[in-house]
């Protein structure tokens, strides 16, 4: 036990071995000061005395004598200052043993129980526990009858004003208190019982007195608290209504009745309070000795002694003197034991020692209990008829002051005293010692209840005290205070009076004694308990503390003694009785002493650890078990020798029987499997030949009907096939022949109708050919000078195309003549023969002359018949030649084809490896790209949250400014003129277009540009900058623009030598067209005069009801007059546009046909040819013929007749065409010849290269070929990728333009077309003005453009911002539609052109905006519903900018609303701050809304009932000020969460946004739940946590419900769910450490200790962390880097983002409702 660290079994241990080796009786003397944890040390010790020596019987008489500590622990222990189960009275356990050292009983004997703190308790104290277990339990069926309640409603439990001790549940253990009663033998009934006296005492003390005078009082009449007293007593109510506000005073002659005062009434209740209570628990002390008194006779006992330890409090008073003097004789006993006995027994053994001096307290025991101390005084001032405590001290001054060292007088108290303990110096304050050493109760009280009709309270009061006794060892031991049931009467006489008159003191003086008596007949042990620190604090140590009672207790005077002294000694006798095993039999001599001296010196080689007394051995500390570790290591080894011998012949014995048994079964067991295996082998060859004959039967039938089925299937099944296929020949050969009638009817139609066109058409023309001619010839006789010079250009030109024509037609003469050579040069042999012919022919003639010469003609034919045939031979062998040469050819082929192939191969398996190593390098650089994209993301993020976070100041600074700025305009009253500075709300944020605008309105408003010198404002520095990056802007432009402009330059000085050659042609067209152009603006003029005319007229003339301005005739009439105005307008411009690109698609088009050159139609062939639909064909057809026809009207106007300019527009058209016929052809030529020069050029470099390859790979070796090879053909394959790309690029760009243009002009076409087959004239309109419904018209096409008037600017704002409700908005119109409205404003002005209107637009938007969430920041719609406004606002500025990135989205017509003129990137930018700076502001109305809802929701509202009912003892309910209809539970906050989630939705903001939002929400939610969490110990527990897992799982259903389980929020309660799950995961081993520090990855360490150190078991199956675990945990943590920061930053905001959401919402057809009030705005 010496060499390891203190413990309490250690001493339990050494006092029952010393027990059991030396037949003693042993006692174990536990102190210390209050709160050292003395009650606690006894109870581990009677466990361990229960748990190794166990019972003699079947009675389990250790758990009885255990059982007994709860209690007298409820009964007697109280919470203190000092301790949370002080023991508020002594007691000492004797636990019996028999001779076998098993427990066979035990007695119990108590000291002097504090009564005082029934009816008293200080400030942070309470009562005794089983009074708030009672009231803990109030609510259990059977103790409805007691009628209790709540500790605090009773006087006597809530003075001290604490009634819960943290960590402890009173219900839990009143439970424990009646499961121990029950082992104990108490019966229901007599637990009951003591339950209705304890709840009688409470009751009691709840009885109020009420004044009459001065010395008499009463009690209210059917007072509640002594009614529920009397019935629960049994006893009379008038009589104890009586006798406690009277008094009887006997003399010796007569008797009176006195009425008492209403303070001596309050002293009497609570004295019998007092008296009951005593009574009570000197009765269960007696019930339990009785369950653990044994009837079997007691050989040996050891006594635990567990009294109250030394105690000092701001006010001590009898109690505190009477403990710290029973610590006072326990450390005089000590004191003697160690330092005296110790000493003298060396002295008398003639041990060598050096006497060790320590403090002897004999003094101060003195100066209490010698005659004339402080006892003696006590009760002589007791006996003194009208003693104090004032006299009482007085006496004490005399007779001890500067007298007694030990005693000293208080300054500033002459009812106070300190007496100098062995401990610390103690101030007792002298008010009530007298009154608690009397013990007064009134016998007239005792009587009332001794007659009480419940059974168990007289018992309490019998008289049955014995004589105190030195040898009693039952009861004898007992306080007889406790034993007393009051004091008597004055007067009564014989010996019960005498017995009556002993004090307090005195008795408790006696059983001091006593108790001494008692240790001194025993062995002692002594266990020191240290306080650590005064505060009760965990993991605290103060180390002054610590020594002070160390050196107070004489601890280290008995460390010096223990290290120079002999703790162990034996008899020579019994030191040879006990270790004879360990000597010979050669050492064993008559004399013992010399006998072990000679052992002795064997054993222990170290003479020093012993000493020869002359009676006995001493050895030092550790070697006595030394001795005893030999000894039993010699009888082990002898035990194992005799265990070895007897199990090795039993064993073989056993082996020889089990193998002969094994030999016999194994001989029949393999007859009987050999016989079994042959007839398996007979079976198995019998069953294979039948399942082989079997499945051959099966199989063949199976095969038969399956072919005769599927000959069946496959004869109908052809059979409908053939038939099918019969019927598709027979109708598509019916449909040909169908097809084929009616496309020869329509080819024929086709064709008739063409050719009556066309030859209408040719006779119209010759017409007007003839006409032409006719007129020419009219001309030329008026005027042929004139016609000579205006045409003499052309003749010239003409002549030069001529001139070309021939040039080239002589060329293409060449090259027939040269083809024709050619064919000459191969056809010679056959003109020969020819030329033979002829002559043949001509001989043939000349036979008919002479016919003589037929012979020699007739030779002549067979010689040229031979000649034939051998140029048939030759020719044969040619081409036999020929073919032979073709074989070889081929074969050639065939064998290169055979080598290209392997080749092929070959590159294939490089390319594979190839693609492979590409394939794994793509693969790792995805890798690190994922790598650095997380890390550009985390980077993004964090300048993402310090620009949001500058931004949020900057909204703070601004508003700063802006009030400051209100309260110098309320200071000056008198606004002086000049310029005022515009509101700078947004400076660093708008574009330069802001100050420009600016800059035009002090220009436009000379007034405001004079500004007095005084009131000059200071340069906003932001602005300054961004003007002066403007600059440098424009400046760039300017030299661009500047380059650009000297390119032009050069371009027209090279073109001028074209525009030369053309006369005066591109003058004329441009003259046309402004005149057609001013034509139509003069029409449009006289157009619009006659519409004001026609209102005019329709205001006067008509009936006054029809044309009334309110009537509804005349407001559809105006409207629809207004609408086929604006579309006249409309018309006009596009038909203009329409023109111009008309006439300029006539100067790019290069016409195919030569022929078709009089018409206008052959001009637009190209671009009808590229068209894919027919009506788009029809249509633009069918404008153009319009355009002809009314350019046709117009060409007349020129002259009187209009001949002249027609027969201009012919010359001019054919010269185009030729001139454009010449140059296309020329220009063709020249691309082709140069791009085959390009493609020659490089074929040749690429010749070269590969052949500088080939060389260069000749020279290296094989590996290095291959390589190099390799190489050169990824480096090839990669150049003809990108040049791919890049064509297909270029080409992708070109058909999106061609597309888009060629849309765009079909489309104008049809439109143009359109709105001239349905115009209508004005007199139309005139004539039925009372039906203007019936107008025929087209509807108009809306372009999603709004109009308003400058000076509606503000009211527009104002309607649609400032004064606009959210609600009605959400509910009953699209989402989104201020922002709608606001960029069909912007459009407008933007189509207009109007720079100042878009600024200004802009500016009153954002500023107005900012003024309504600075007026109604805190309502959550408000902000919700101008965040998705102000976000839409954006997308509409990004979706219509015209960027390719924002329109890849838009449909055809949407691409056409985008803004043409003005760019506002800039304002995008103001917009997003803006709705940053909203967002922020939407968290902080979140935040303040769930905020009040979080910890009542998450935390302290039990969700799951039942689950968190047993709170951690000793921890306030926090809530309990707040009533329960006001509490928050979480599904308020799942409530509120739906209220935020449906308002957004409804406001139509972005789903990423609000995934967003959620993520921020939840983030709030779980820091708000986590740091209180870990600043309140009362929710660090296992129910508590699954509690907070439960809610957390409610949370992720909602979010699972409305699909934003993506949105991150789940991450953001990762750290909560963290928490939650280490309060519930085991907390013991080093493998829940390491799963602690894995699981717990979101939290850190701080975090994690802190919880660990907070956390609280809430029952019997849980314990505290261990410090060592906690320590285990800060070790494997100290790596890991993370913040030391305890609680998160709830105030935290993640990034936010605006990811760009198109709407597909066409502009064109929103409306806008009469409830926003924007009657002022137009739609365009």
């Known amino acids: 036990m010496g060499d390891m660290d203190p413990h309490i079994f250690a001493v339990a241990e050494e006092a029952y071995k010393q027990m059991a080796r030396d037949?003693?009786?042993?006692?174990?003397?536990?102190?210390?000061?209050?709160?050292?944890?003395?009650?606690?040390?006894?109870?581990?010790?009677?466990?361990?005395?229960?748990?190794?020596?166990?019972?003699?019987?079947?009675?389990?008489?250790?758990?009885?004598?255990?059982?007994?500590?709860?209690?007298?622990?409820?009964?007697?222990?109280?919470?203190?200052?000092?301790?949370?189960?002080?023991?508020?009275?002594?007691?000492?356990?004797?636990?019996?043993?028999?001779?076998?050292?098993?427990?066979?009983?035990?007695?119990?004997?108590?000291?002097?129980?504090?009564?005082?703190?029934?009816?008293?308790?200080?400030?942070?104290?309470?009562?005794?526990?089983?009074?708030?277990?009672?009231?803990?339990?109030?609510?259990?069926?059977?103790?409805?009858?007691?009628?209790l309640g709540n500790a605090d409603d009773f006087n006597y439990t809530q003075q001290g004003g604490s009634p819960v001790i943290e960590g402890v549940d009173d219900a839990k253990e009143m439970a424990h208190t009646r499961q121990a009663c029950t082992l104990l033998g108490i019966s229901e009934s007599h637990q009951m019982g003591i339950f209705r006296i304890l709840a009688g005492i409470l009751h009691l003390g709840n009885v109020g007195f009420t004044s009459r005078d001065a010395d008499s009082c009463t009690i209210p009449p059917k007072h509640e608290p002594l009614c529920i007293f009397c019935d629960l007593m049994g006893v009379d109510y008038e009589e104890m209504c009586h006798w406690l506000c009277h008094r009887k005073l006997a003399t010796a002659t007569e008797t009176y009745i006195k009425p008492i005062s209403k303070l001596q009434a309050t002293n009497a209740r609570d004295a019998l309070a007092k008296h009951i209570y005593a009574k009570l628990f000197n009765w269960i002390v007696d019930n339990v000795n009785q369950a653990l008194h044994s009837a079997v006779k007691q050989h040996s006992f050891i006594g635990v002694l567990d009294i109250y330890g030394f105690e000092t409090f701001e006010i001590n008073s009898f109690e505190q003197f009477c403990i710290n003097y029973?610590?006072?004789?326990?450390?005089?006993?000590?004191?003697?034991?160690?330092?005296?006995?110790?000493?003298?027994?060396?002295?008398?053994?003639?041990?060598?020692?050096?006497?060790?001096?320590?403090?002897?307290?004999?003094?101060?025991?003195?100066?209490?209990?010698?005659?004339?101390?402080?006892?003696?005084?006590?009760?002589?001032?007791?006996?003194?008829?009208?003693?104090?405590?004032?006299?009482?001290?007085?006496?004490?001054?005399?007779?001890?002051?500067?007298?007694?060292?030990?005693?000293?007088?208080?300054?500033?108290?002459?009812?106070?005293?300190?007496?100098?303990?062995?401990?610390?110096?103690?101030?007792?304050?002298?008010?009530?010692?007298?009154?608690?050493?009397?013990?007064?109760?009134?016998?007239?009280?005792?009587?009332?209840?001794?007659?009480?009709?419940?059974?168990?309270?007289?018992?309490?009061?019998?008289?049955?005290?014995?004589?105190?006794?030195?040898?009693?060892?039952?009861?004898?031991g007992r306080t007889p205070l406790t034993r007393t049931p009051a004091k008597p009467t004055k007067g009564r006489p014989g010996q019960m009076a005498k017995e009556h008159k002993k004090t307090v003191g005195h008795q408790f003086r006696n059983s001091l004694h006593l108790l001494m008596e008692t240790l001194n007949a025993t062995t002692p042990h002594y266990v020191r308990c240290i306080k650590p620190n005064d505060f009760k604090f965990p993991f605290t140590f103060d180390e002054k503390r610590a020594v002070q009672q160390l050196r107070a207790c004489g601890v280290l005077e008995t460390i010096r003694i223990s290290a120079a002294g002999f703790p162990s000694r034996w008899t020579y006798q019994e030191f040879f009785s006990r270790y004879r095993v360990l000597m010979k039999q050669k050492d064993v001599l008559s004399d013992r002493k010399q006998t072990c001296k000679n052992v002795l010196e064997k054993l222990i080689l170290d003479k020093d650890k012993y000493q020869f007394g002359k009676t006995k051995i001493f050895f030092r500390a550790g070697q006595v078990a030394y001795l005893e570790k030999l000894r039993a290591d010699k009888l082990r080894a002898a035990c194992i020798r005799i265990q070895k011998t007897i199990r090795g012949w039993l064993l073989r014995k056993k082996y020889l029987r089990m193998r002969k048994a094994a030999i016999t079964v194994q001989r029949y067991v393999r007859g009987y499997q050999a016989r079994c295996y042959a007839k398996f082998l007979r079976r198995t060859k019998a069953a294979t030949i039948i399942q082989k004959y079997w499945r051959m039967f099966v199989v063949c039938r199976r095969y038969k009907i399956r072919r005769a089925a599927t000959i069946v299937l496959q004869s109908y099944l052809r059979g409908f096939l053939a038939r099918n296929r019969y019927r598709k020949i027979l109708r598509e050969h019916k449909a040909v022949i169908i097809q084929k009638r009616v496309r020869g009817w329509l080819a024929r139609t086709h064709y008739k109708r063409s050719m009556h066109a066309i030859i209408y058409l040719q006779c119209c023309f010759r017409r007007m050919m003839a006409k032409r001619e006719l007129k020419k010839l009219k001309i030329e006789a008026r005027s042929v000078e004139r016609y000579k010079k205006l045409h003499i250009g052309m003749e010239?030109?003409?002549?030069?195309?001529?001139?070309?024509?021939?040039?080239?037609?002589?060329?293409?003469?060449?090259?027939?003549?040269?083809?024709?050579?050619?064919?000459?040069i191969y056809n010679s042999e056959t003109e020969k023969l020819r030329s033979d012919l002829e002559r043949l022919q001509l001989s043939e003639e000349e036979a008919k002359v002479a016919t003589g010469r037929v012979l020699s003609l007739q030779e002549e034919i067979a010689k040229l018949r031979k000649d034939l045939e051998q140029t048939r031979s030759e020719k044969k062998c040619i081409e036999e030649r020929a073919d032979q040469y073709k074989q070889e050819t081929e074969q050639l082929v065939s064998n290169l084809k055979e080598e290209n192939t392997l080749l092929k191969q070959e590159k294939e398996a490089l390319n594979h490896r190839i693609v492979e190593q590409a394939k794994e390098m793509t693969e790792t650089m995805e890798k690190k790209l994922v790598e650095e994209t997380k890390q550009l993301e985390l980077d993004l993020n964090d300048e993402r949250l310090r620009y949001q976070n500058l931004l949020n100041e900057f909204s703070r600074l601004e508003e700063r400014y802006d009030d400051l700025k209100e309260e110098m305009t309320l200071m000056v009253h008198v606004p002086?003129?000049?310029?005022?500075?515009?509101?700078?709300?947004?400076?660093?944020?708008?574009?330069?277009?802001?100050?420009?605008?600016?800059?035009?309105?002090?220009?436009?408003?000379?007034?405001?540009?004079?500004?007095?010198?005084?009131?000059?404002?200071?340069?906003?520095?932001?602005?300054?900058?961004?003007?002066?990056?403007?600059?440098?802007?424009?400046?760039?432009?300017?030299?661009?623009?500047?380059?650009?402009?000297?390119?032009?330059?050069?371009?027209?000085?090279?073109?001028?030598?074209?525009?030369?050659?053309?006369?005066?042609?591109?003058?004329?067209?441009?003259?046309?067209?402004?005149?057609?152009?001013?034509?139509?603006?003069?029409?449009?003029?006289?157009?619009?005069?006659?519409?004001?005319?026609?209102?005019?007229?329709?205001?006067?003339?008509?009936?006054?009801?029809?044309?009334?301005?309110?009537?509804?005739?005349?407001?559809?009439?105006?409207?629809?007059?207004?609408?086929?105005?604006?579309?006249?307008?409309?018309?006009?411009?596009?038909?203009?546009?329409?023109?111009?690109?008309?006439?300029?698609?006539?100067?790019?088009?290069?016409?195919?046909?030569?022929?078709?050159?009089?018409?206008?139609?052959?001009?637009?062939?190209?671009?009808?040819?590229?068209?894919?639909?027919?009506?788009?064909?029809?249509?633009?057809?069918?404008?153009?013929?319009?355009?002809?026809?009314?350019?046709?009207?117009?060409?007349?106007?020129?002259?009187?007749?209009?001949?002249?300019?027609?027969?201009?527009?012919?010359?001019?058209?054919?010269?185009?065409?030729?001139?454009?016929?010449?140059?296309?052809?020329?220009?063709?030529?020249?691309?082709?010849?140069?791009?085959?020069?390009?493609?020659?050029?490089?074929?040749?470099?690429?010749?070269?290269?590969?052949?500088?390859?080939l060389a260069q790979n000749l020279q290296l070796p094989p590996e290095a070929r291959i390589e190099a090879s390799l190489q050169h053909e990824i480096t090839r394959l990669t150049n003809e990728n990108l040049d791919l790309m890049e064509q297909l690029e270029k080409q992708d760009k070109t058909v999106r333009k061609l597309k888009k243009q060629l849309k765009v002009f079909a489309k104008k076409i049809g439109e143009l077309e359109v709105g001239q087959m349905e115009n209508?004239?004005?007199?139309?309109?005139?004539?039925?003005?009372?039906?203007?419904?019936?107008?025929?018209?087209?509807?108009?096409?809306?372009?999603?453009?709004?109009?308003?008037?400058?000076?509606?600017?503000?009211?527009?704002?104002?309607?649609?911002?400032?004064?606009?409700?959210?609600?009605?908005?959400?509910?009953?119109?699209?989402?989104?539609?201020?922002?709608?409205?606001?960029?069909?404003?912007?459009?407008?002005?933007?189509?207009?052109?109007?720079?100042?209107?878009?600024?200004?637009?802009?500016?009153?938007t954002i500023n107005s905006i900012k003024k309504v969430l600075k007026k109604r920041g805190d309502d959550f719609e408000t902000v919700s519903f101008w965040l998705s406004n102000t976000c839409r606002f954006l997308h509409c500025l990004k979706q219509y900018s015209g960027e390719e990135g924002f329109m890849k989205h838009n449909t055809s017509r949407q691409n056409e609303h985008c803004l043409t003129n003005f760019d506002l990137a800039e304002y995008r930018q103001v917009l997003s701050d803006l709705a940053i700076q909203i967002y922020q502001q939407l968290v902080r109305v979140l935040e303040n809304i769930l905020q009040p809802m979080i910890v009542s929701g998450m935390l302290e509202h039990e969700t799951i009932q039942g689950v968190s009912g047993v709170k951690p003892t000793g921890l306030r309910k926090r809530t309990s000020s707040i009533a329960d209809e006001g509490t928050y539970t979480l599904d308020s906050i799942l409530r509120q969460l739906n209220s935020f989630h449906s308002v957004m939705c409804q406001h139509?903001?972005?789903?990423?946004?609000?995934?967003?939002?959620?993520?921020?929400?939840?983030?709030?939610?779980?820091?708000?739940?986590?740091?209180?969490?870990?600043?309140r110990k009362d929710m660090c527990s296992w129910s508590k946590g699954m509690q907070i897992r439960y809610n957390v799982s409610q949370l992720e259903e909602w979010l699972r419900d409305k699909n934003l389980m993506n949105s991150g929020a789940k991450e953001t309660l990762e750290p909560l769910i963290q928490a939650a799950q280490l309060l519930q995961v085991k907390k013991k081993t080093d493998d829940d450490a390491e799963a602690i520090c894995s699981m717990c990855n979101a939290l850190t360490t701080a975090q994690i200790v802190k919880v660990l150190n907070l956390y609280t078991p809430v029952n019997e199956f849980e314990e505290r962390v261990s410090v060592s675990f906690i320590r285990t945990i800060q070790m494997r943590l100290r790596d890991r880097k993370d913040s030391p920061q305890l609680l998160m930053d709830a105030k935290h905001i993640f990034p936010v983002t605006f990811p760009f959401n198109p709407s597909s919402l066409a502009l064109e057809t929103i409306q806008i409702p009469a409830s926003l009030g924007l009657g002022f705005i137009s739609r365009v």
């Open 1320 to 1404: 209508i004239s004005p007199g139309q309109i005139i004539d039925e003005p009372i039906r203007p419904v019936n107008i025929p018209r087209k509807e108009k096409d809306f372009q999603g453009m709004l109009e308003y008037k400058k000076e509606d600017e503000q009211k527009l704002v104002k309607n649609l911002i400032l004064e606009l409700k959210p609600r009605g908005v959400a509910v009953n119109l699209i989402p989104g539609l201020p922002a709608y409205i606001l960029f069909m404003c912007v459009r407008h002005a933007d189509y207009l052109n109007d720079d100042q209107k878009v600024r200004s637009l802009l500016t009153s």
């Open 326 to 476: 029973a610590n006072e004789k326990l450390q005089q006993q000590f004191n003697m034991h160690v330092f005296k006995l110790e000493q003298e027994e060396y002295m008398k053994e003639q041990i060598p020692w050096t006497l060790i001096d320590f403090y002897d307290n004999q003094p101060c025991i003195n100066l209490i209990e010698s005659k004339l101390g402080i006892l003696d005084l006590l009760d002589e001032e007791c006996k003194m008829p009208k003693g104090t405590d004032d006299t009482w001290a007085q006496k004490l001054y005399n007779t001890h002051l500067n007298k007694c060292t030990l005693f000293e007088k208080p300054r500033l108290s002459n009812k106070a005293f300190i007496i100098q303990h062995f401990a610390d110096k103690v101030e007792y304050q002298c008010e009530g010692f007298l009154e608690k050493n009397k013990d007064t109760v009134f016998e007239e009280q005792i009587k009332v209840l001794k007659l009480s009709k419940f059974k168990m309270l007289p018992e309490l009061f019998q008289d049955d005290e014995k004589a105190i006794s030195p040898t009693s060892a039952t009861s004898s």
């Open 796 to 824: 010239n030109k003409i002549m030069q195309l001529q001139r070309k024509v021939d040039e080239q037609n002589k060329d293409y003469k060449c090259l027939v003549e040269k083809l024709t050579n050619l064919e000459g």
């Open 976 to 1253: 002086k003129p000049g310029h005022k500075r515009t509101d700078s709300t947004h400076s660093s944020n708008e574009s330069e277009y802001t100050f420009s605008s600016e800059i035009a309105e002090m220009e436009d408003i000379p007034s405001r540009t004079e500004e007095p010198s005084e009131k000059k404002v200071p340069l906003d520095m932001s602005l300054f900058l961004k003007l002066q990056k403007r600059v440098t802007e424009l400046e760039q432009e300017k030299q661009v623009m500047q380059d650009e402009l000297d390119r032009k330059e050069e371009q027209v000085l090279r073109s001028k030598a074209k525009e030369e050659e053309r006369p005066q042609i591109r003058g004329a067209e441009l003259e046309y067209e402004s005149l057609k152009r001013q034509e139509l603006e003069s029409e449009n003029k006289k157009l619009k005069n006659e519409l004001n005319e026609l209102r005019k007229a329709l205001s006067e003339k008509s009936a006054p009801e029809v044309t009334a301005p309110g009537a509804p005739a005349y407001r559809v009439l105006m409207e629809q007059l207004t609408s086929v105005s604006e579309e006249l307008d409309v018309r006009k411009e596009e038909v203009l546009i329409l023109r111009s690109q008309l006439v300029s698609q006539k100067e790019a088009i290069q016409p195919k046909d030569d022929k078709n050159t009089m018409t206008d139609s052959t001009i637009l062939l190209e671009d009808v040819q590229k068209m894919k639909d027919k009506g788009e064909i029809a249509q633009a057809y069918i404008g153009l013929k319009e355009t002809n026809r009314s350019s046709a009207l117009d060409y007349h106007e020129l002259n009187e007749d209009g001949e002249l300019w027609l027969v201009y527009e012919g010359l001019k058209q054919a010269n185009r065409l030729l001139e454009s016929q010449l140059q296309s052809q020329k220009r063709s030529h020249e691309n082709e010849a140069e791009a085959l020069r390009g493609e020659i050029q490089s074929l040749k470099e690429e010749n070269n290269r590969q052949q500088q390859l």
């Open 23 to 147: 037949e003693r009786n042993q006692s174990i003397i536990v102190s210390g000061e209050s709160g050292a944890g003395k009650t606690v040390s006894a109870k581990y010790a009677m466990r361990y005395f229960a748990t190794v020596s166990g019972s003699a019987s079947e009675a389990n008489v250790e758990e009885k004598v255990l059982a007994s500590n709860p209690i007298m622990e409820s009964i007697g222990n109280a919470k203190t200052t000092r301790n949370d189960n002080s023991s508020r009275f002594g007691k000492y356990i004797e636990i019996g043993f028999d001779k076998r050292y098993r427990i066979i009983g035990a007695n119990m004997r108590t000291y002097l129980l504090e009564k005082s703190r029934v009816v008293f308790q200080a400030e942070e104290e309470r009562n005794y526990h089983i009074f708030y277990q009672l009231c803990a339990s109030a609510k259990l069926p059977e103790f409805k009858m007691l009628r």
């Open 1548 to 1575: 139509g903001m972005d789903p990423e946004l609000i995934k967003q939002v959620v993520k921020q929400m939840f983030y709030i939610v779980g820091a708000i739940t986590l740091n209180n969490l870990l600043l």
